[in-house]
């Protein structure tokens, strides 16, 4: 397992109540683990789980995508935001 | 050869006018000439409708088309710096068009003041070039995109809420994803905050729309840097902004996708569960007989002093409360074993009745329901219209936000 830093913006970061958070995950993992494991780490972002993106090191992941996680990979939480 | 000739990339007028763009490498003349022949719709005149509008119009565009059917209100001057106190009340679209040509006078300004549907959309559009979403509403969101794709318009999108910005050029180029290849469902409305509820600060919005702005001349000068494919986020609380690299267009997106299965605007108030405006709607989950208006509220206080209880956050809470309200947050009722609401509330035993209000009467309703359980032996009903409903029937010296 690694520690890794989960970045939370907009009405995650409304729901969870921090901007940012180390979570463990496995080091070899993929998309459906880490959406799975912030889920049930943080359960009130199932209101949002069907518009939530992730993104890996600044990129977008895919359902299907592998990832390999190192010491400063970088996990972010995205809705969308509407405002205007 | 005569000292009478030469041969101009742009007009003595243009060359004077602009001539601090003109000097920026990779912009130039080719930049402000195609600036110049573009026509960009904006739809949306607000918080990121104003720097969008005043910054092309500075620069040069040669149309601007401005979609919104509201007035100028107080509450939006903060944020909403293109409107001066005089314009309240007036339409937003003419006030903003006024705005643009006392600033320059040689770009030409077209007002559609219309609620922008799935009806019209069209026939607005494809008058344009490049638009740039500067909505306040899910709802208008996928209509816009999806009429941008329709008619191969790029799309310039922005949005912003309390601290946070976000910012992405849609549909520009054949990988680039449109705003339904990342978001192919529509939020939970319960989910979606609007700025009338979480609030915005100028700054923000004015930041995410000059990006906007400066988009739309990259767009226009054909500069390749823009942030067609990428989400740049902006936290201005802490500062720092991240620019994320999105995915590809989705081959089985239902707009842009290869066999698209829509081929022209839907029901978009339908498909989002949510009506096409940032206005909050009125819920009514209680019944009637566990509601209280104003009025009777006026009358119980005026009796007896009440127990009441204030759900809205605290920096609401600060702006103004009735002085017999103790603040506990929705999310407190939610969250607060039984005991600690009472010892808050300040009730013993032989308390019957509790009042519970909120801004605007839906969050009450929410909480009445909550506190039920928690508390069942206190009949709770919550004040119909909350402090906004105070404010105008009771008493019209009561801050209003």
Redesign the interface.
Known sequence: MISIKVLF???A??LVGK?EESVEFPVETDYDEIKKTVLEKYPSLS??E??M?L?VD???A?PGDRFELERFTEI?V??????? | MGDIGWVAGISKKDAGRYSRQLLVNDFGVTGQKNLKSSRVLIVGAGGLGCPVAIYLGAAGVGCLGIVDYDYVSLDNLHRQVAYKETQVGQSKAESLAENIKSQNNDVDVTVHTVSLDSSNAVEIFKNYNIVCDCTDNVATRYLINDVCVLLNIPLVSGSALRWDGQLSVYHYGPDCPCYRCLFPKPPDPSTVTNCNEGGVLGPIVGTIGSMQALEVMKIAANVTSTLAGKLLLFDGREGKSRTIKLRKRDPNCAVCGDNPTITAPIDYVLFCGAGAHDKTENLKLLDPCDRVNVEEYRDIRGNQKQFLLDTRPPVEFEIAHLPEAINITLDECRSLPSDQISSRLGINSSVNDAYVICHRGNDSQRAVLLLREKLNSIRFRDIIGGYEEWAQKINDQFPLY
């Open positions: 913006f907009g009405e970061f409304q901007r209101k949002i069907s518009v993106m993104a600044q990129e977008y895919n972010a995205i809705p969308p935001l509407s405002g205007g």
